[in-house]
């Protein structure tokens, strides 16, 4: 075959080539431009999140908030947040504009939601009300808790390595001294010896009335208060630091209002339960009635690093003490 011929061939046959080549990259681009559009108009699961509560940093309902962004994260849902809902008033016309928004899950941030989903369940059985914490009653109704006992046991160890009087204290946000017994059990098994004095404050924000409670425990000798509210925390941590005494924080790392003061805290990832929640509904099966238990499986709760008041030994000690429990139960 002559020269000529032979690179007019060869041109064709890269022209040939190249023209596939380029045809193969657009269908492809194509493929894929068509998937993600595809991908982007599936339609979201519409659910609604209510709080009695402000949404700020440390506050009860940025917990709900922080919830929210996590299941729209890994969950196909949109979540829409409804906060400072506190009267039943409220709460009806803030269902109300859910169901008509065509919400498949109602989540009430906290257990002052209970009574009033319980009374209202039924009016609208197509969709789901859940409670973190609380009570429930009808089949589209589910409470999801958690079984913190265990870590509270623990927190109680911690507790009784730093008391000097043998005086503990407990300032509870809401009464659960016989539905919670692990920090007392704890004490118990530890320091025998030790009294605890309990108080409850019958809010998560009352600052003012948290403090006034300590200060009688204080009256009594006690010098270790376990402080379960929210934002009351910050008060008596910030008496505690005025006074000397320790504390054990609670719902995040609490360390960085007192570093000196503050033993340990129970970390509560309460947004984890949002995600628990996403994934019964998700299920094959989808949300159970009744009440769901969480646990340190499910990661909502933890024991947060020990403070600078404690050796080596002890933070050691208290480990050990961890693992042992763990590996029984």
Do not use: C
Not at 117 to 142: E, L
């Amino acid at each position: 075959m002559p020269q000529k011929n032979q690179s007019k061939l060869l041109l064709w046959v890269t022209v040939i080539v190249i023209f596939t080549f380029i045809s193969i990259i657009l269908f492809k681009t194509e493929t894929i431009l068509d998937n993600t559009e595809t991908n982007s108009q599936i339609e979201k699961t519409k659910m609604t999140i209510i709080t009695s509560d402000v949404i700020e940093d440390q506050s009860w309902g940025s917990l709900a908030y922080k919830g929210k962004m996590k299941i729209e994260e890994q969950f196909p849902v949109s979540a829409e947040l409804f906060s400072e809902i506190k009267t039943e008033e409220q709460m009806e016309d803030t269902i109300t504009k859910a169901v008509a928004a065509d919400s498949k899950v109602i989540i009430g941030h906290g257990r002052e939601f209970s009574s009033f989903f319980t009374k209202i369940a039924t009016t609208y059985p197509d969709v789901h009300f859940v409670t973190i914490h609380g009570t429930s009653k009808h089949p589209n109704q589910t409470v999801y808790t958690f079984d913190q006992n265990k870590i509270e046991y623990m927190a109680a160890l911690a507790a009784v390595l730093k008391t000097k009087s043998n005086k503990i204290g407990i300032l509870d946000a809401y009464e659960a001294r016989k539905r919670l017994p692990g920090f007392e059990q704890g004490m118990k098994q530890y320091k025998p010896e030790a009294v605890l004095y309990y108080s409850v404050v019958n809010s998560r924000d009352d600052g003012e009335k948290a403090v006034e409670l300590m200060k009688e425990m204080m009256n009594q000798g006690v010098d270790v208060i376990f402080t379960k509210g929210n934002g009351y925390n910050r008060n008596v941590i910030d008496y505690a630091k005025e006074k000397n005494i320790f504390v054990i924080g609670y719902l995040d790392d609490q360390s960085y209002m007192g570093e000196e003061h503050v033993l340990t805290s129970v970390v509560n990832d309460v947004p984890q339960a949002y995600i628990a929640v996403m994934k019964d509904f998700f299920s094959e099966d989808g949300i159970p009635q009744g009440k769901v238990v969480l646990n340190e499986k499910d990661g909502v709760y933890n024991l947060a690093p020990f403070g600078p008041m404690y050796t080596e030994e002890e933070k050691q000690y208290i480990r050990s003490e961890i693992n042992l429990l763990n590996s029984r139960r």
